[in-house]
Structure formats: structure tokens, C-alpha cells
């Protein structure tokens, strides 16, 4: 049991073909994807056992706390005593999620500095439902954006670093994925206020099929989610350092581009009942990035997760993650200078 955990802790690193050390300059930013801790619409039955969140991320918690900035994707609402139930064109692809709203004190003891907003659940309770969710977020000290009435926030870091950050996602009430325009102006004001800037977006067709970053629209549902591959691009052209995707609930490569990290998904990562944990929907990288005060990227490391509907998130000893996101990489992008490595693990004799 020991060596394992050793080997889970220490986990993989991906490294660019020139990767440095890190320094007291490098900033650590860790970044997991799609959290939904239950929801008790349309029951309580979807909450876990009395109605206790603490237990779905107890095994990652050191890891999420072990970083300069803790990133993650909110997929769903804090709904408080608001049942505004959005309406939906086809219920049978229809999900509304509505968390407690104490169970965000499990994303603070988990260490969570910055939340995306921007996806298709943020409105499952109207605006009422956004209105709490930015009030339960602010109050327990989790920036947010993504949505017009909060479009960027800022962190400020207790080294004087400023992160900047924003989220996209072509989602009503959000900043639209499509809209580049509007991509360089929040990234505009953010240079001015931030030394790194952190763009994350949802966008992608969703589940099993869609592993692949395919470089063109995708549509899905009848809606437009984006160019990620073209959006992403522009974003680190227009100014922003690293680039976090989430949306189609499965792990997708990674990519440097002009020295800058790219993660095109990063899957479900605590998302307790309600949600497809089949194959590669049910894995998802916790991955820790490593950039200078500039936002260029020196190196990563990724610990590989799986999920069991009833018990949350564990440690895959199986690296299934790792080698997933592996194999896409080098099939989506061949030209990437990011070389994935597994380091060698030297048993404690003692």
C-alpha cells in the first residue's frame, strides 16, 4: 500500500523538450474539470448519504490544496430555496442540477480559488438560481466568471502575483465561445490588471465519441460549442497564458502553443449521481501546471483519477487518464513539443 500511494503521489510529468526546474518564481496552478457534488432536484435521492459532500474528494484533497491556485468547473448551481426550474425543448437530454448550498464549503476545504460558471447548468434555476450561486461562491472567498453580469475576476496572490481569469462557453447568459471580439476585449482589460491570465471555456461535443479535438465547429445538439482549437489559439494570441477546456465530460489532449498550456478537457471530475461514468467519462487527469511570473509553461504533472457513482473520486493506480491523454495528444497533435514521461519510482526501504 505504501509504494502505491508513493507512486500516485509523486504521479507523471509532462515536460516541454527544453522543461526547466522550478523556482520560487514558478507559479503552480492546479486545474480539475466538471464538479457536481448532488443534486436534490428532482430528488433528494440524487444527494449523497446525509447530505454530506466532505467524503467525494477526501482522497484528493492534499492534492488540491498543494498548489498556488486551485481551478475547477462548477457544473451546476447553488439553488438555495429557489425551484425556478429552467424548461426544456427535450427532457429525455435535460438535467438540472441544484446543490445545497453548504456543500461549497467542501470546494473551499478542498482549496478552490477559481470557478467557471460559464456552461449550460448555470441557469438550471433562472437567475435567481445564478444570483445565489455568486453569493454562496463570494461568500465563501471562490472568485468566479463567465457570465455577462460577471464577465472576469482577479486573484490576488500572497506573492503579488495577479491571476487574472475568464470563462467562455456558447451558452445563453454567458460570454459566447463564438464571440472572439469580445475574447480580446476581456483579455484586454485583464493585462492590464493581472500578470497571468487564465482563459478556461466550455465548449465541444459531449460523451465517449468526442474525444478528439476535431479543429473546426463542433456542433452537438443542434448548437454551435465552438472551434476549441481555434479558440483556444486565439485566446494565447490575444494575450492569455493558460488555456483550461472543459465540457464534453471525457478527458481530450493536451497542446503547447507560442510556449503557452492548453488542456482541451479535462473531464468529470467529482460529479456525484446524474452523470454518464461509463468508459473514458468515468477518468479525468487532476493536472498541476507549472509556469513562470511571465505565463510561460515549464512543466506539468497530471495524477490520474476514476470515479465510483456511490464513493466519489479515487486515485487510479491504472494511470488511465495519464495514458489517455497521452495517446490523444500524440495523435491530435504530433507537432506539440510536449514529451509525457512517467518517472521512475524508487521504493522506501525502510
Same mark, same amino acid.
Given at each position: 500500500?505504501?509504494?502505491?500511494?508513493?507512486?500516485?503521489?509523486?504521479?507523471?510529468?509532462?515536460?516541454?523538450?527544453?522543461?526547466?526546474?522550478?523556482?520560487?518564481?514558478?507559479i503552480s496552478i492546479?486545474?480539475?474539470?466538471?464538479?457536481?457534488?448532488?443534486?436534490?432536484?428532482?430528488?433528494?435521492?440524487?444527494?449523497?448519504?446525509?447530505?454530506?459532500?466532505?467524503?467525494?474528494?477526501?482522497?484528493?484533497?492534499?492534492?488540491?490544496?498543494?498548489?498556488?491556485?486551485?481551478?475547477?468547473?462548477?457544473?451546476?448551481?447553488?439553488?438555495?430555496?429557489?425551484?425556478?426550474?429552467?424548461?426544456?425543448?427535450?427532457?429525455?437530454?435535460?438535467?438540472?442540477?441544484?446543490?445545497?448550498?453548504?456543500?461549497?464549503?467542501?470546494?473551499?476545504?478542498?482549496?478552490?480559488?477559481?470557478?467557471?460558471?460559464?456552461?449550460?447548468?448555470?441557469?438550471?434555476?433562472?437567475?435567481?438560481?445564478?444570483?445565489?450561486?455568486?453569493?454562496?461562491?463570494?461568500?465563501?472567498? !471562490?472568485?468566479?466568471?463567465?457570465?455577462?453580469?460577471?464577465?472576469? =475576476? +482577479? @486573484?490576488?496572490?500572497? #506573492?503579488? %502575483?495577479? &491571476?487574472g481569469f475568464t470563462?467562455?462557453?456558447?451558452?445563453?447568459?454567458?460570454?459566447? !465561445?463564438?464571440?472572439?471580439?469580445?475574447?480580446?476585449?476581456?483579455? =484586454? +482589460? @485583464?493585462?492590464?490588471? #493581472?500578470? %497571468?491570465? &487564465?482563459?478556461?471555456?466550455?465548449?465541444?461535443?459531449?460523451?465517449?465519441?468526442?474525444?478528439?479535438?476535431?479543429?473546426?465547429?463542433?456542433?452537438?445538439?443542434?448548437?454551435?460549442?465552438?472551434?476549441?482549437?481555434?479558440?483556444?489559439?486565439?485566446?494565447?494570441?490575444?494575450?492569455?497564458?493558460?488555456?483550461?477546456?472543459?465540457?464534453?465530460?471525457?478527458?481530450?489532449?493536451?497542446?503547447?502553443?507560442?510556449?503557452?498550456?492548453i488542456a482541451y478537457?479535462?473531464?468529470?471530475?467529482?460529479?456525484?449521481?446524474?452523470?454518464?461514468?461509463?468508459?473514458?467519462?468515468?477518468?479525468?487527469?487532476?493536472?498541476?501546471?507549472?509556469?513562470?511570473?511571465?505565463?510561460?509553461?515549464?512543466?506539468?504533472?497530471?495524477?490520474?483519477?476514476?470515479?465510483?457513482?456511490?464513493?466519489?473520486?479515487?486515485?487510479?493506480?491504472?494511470?488511465?487518464?495519464?495514458?489517455?491523454?497521452?495517446?490523444?495528444?500524440?495523435?491530435?497533435?504530433?507537432?506539440?513539443?510536449?514529451?509525457?514521461?512517467?518517472?521512475?519510482?524508487?521504493?522506501?526501504?525502510?
Open positions: 500500500m505504501k509504494k502505491l500511494l508513493l507512486r500516485n503521489l509523486l504521479i507523471v510529468a509532462i515536460c516541454c523538450f527544453n522543461c526547466i526546474g522550478y523556482s520560487q518564481d514558478t492546479v486545474a480539475v474539470g466538471d464538479i457536481m457534488l448532488g443534486t436534490l432536484y428532482p430528488s433528494i435521492k440524487y444527494l449523497p448519504p446525509n447530505n454530506d459532500c466532505s467524503f467525494l474528494m477526501a482522497e484528493v484533497n492534499h492534492i488540491l490544496n498543494d498548489a498556488d491556485v486551485t481551478f475547477g468547473n462548477l457544473e451546476g448551481t447553488f439553488c438555495g430555496d429557489t425551484l425556478q426550474v429552467k424548461k426544456c425543448k427535450n427532457p429525455k437530454v435535460c438535467y438540472r442540477f441544484c446543490m445545497p448550498d453548504h456543500f461549497v464549503n467542501c470546494l473551499k476545504d478542498a482549496g478552490f480559488d477559481l470557478m467557471s460558471i460559464a456552461n449550460n447548468h448555470i441557469y438550471d434555476f433562472g437567475y435567481s438560481g445564478l444570483k445565489n450561486t455568486m453569493k454562496v461562491l463570494s461568500e465563501a472567498g !471562490i472568485k468566479y466568471a463567465g457570465v455577462v453580469s460577471h464577465p472576469w =475576476d +482577479t @486573484l490576488h496572490l500572497p #506573492s503579488g %502575483i495577479v &491571476i470563462a467562455f462557453s456558447p451558452n445563453r447568459g454567458t460570454l459566447n !465561445i463564438n464571440n472572439y471580439d469580445l475574447l480580446r476585449s476581456v483579455i =484586454d +482589460t @485583464l493585462e492590464k490588471l #493581472s500578470d %497571468i491570465i &487564465i482563459v478556461s471555456f466550455h465548449g465541444g461535443a459531449e460523451g465517449s465519441k468526442y474525444t478528439h479535438v476535431p479543429r473546426e465547429q463542433e456542433i452537438f445538439l443542434g448548437e454551435k460549442r465552438g472551434n476549441v482549437y481555434e479558440f483556444a489559439h486565439k485566446a494565447i494570441d490575444f494575450g492569455a497564458d493558460v488555456v483550461i477546456g472543459h465540457g464534453p465530460h471525457v478527458p481530450r489532449a493536451f497542446e503547447l502553443y507560442k510556449d503557452k498550456f478537457s479535462l473531464g468529470n471530475f467529482a460529479t456525484y449521481k446524474r452523470f454518464n461514468l461509463s468508459g473514458p467519462n468515468g477518468i479525468a487527469p487532476i493536472v498541476k501546471i507549472y509556469v513562470d511570473t511571465t505565463g510561460k509553461f515549464l512543466k506539468a504533472e497530471i495524477t490520474s483519477i476514476y470515479q465510483d457513482e456511490d464513493t466519489g473520486v479515487h486515485i487510479d493506480s491504472l494511470d488511465r487518464a495519464f495514458k489517455l491523454i497521452e495517446q490523444l495528444t500524440k495523435e491530435d497533435f504530433p507537432e506539440t513539443p510536449l514529451k509525457f514521461h512517467i518517472p521512475q519510482v524508487i521504493p522506501n526501504k525502510n
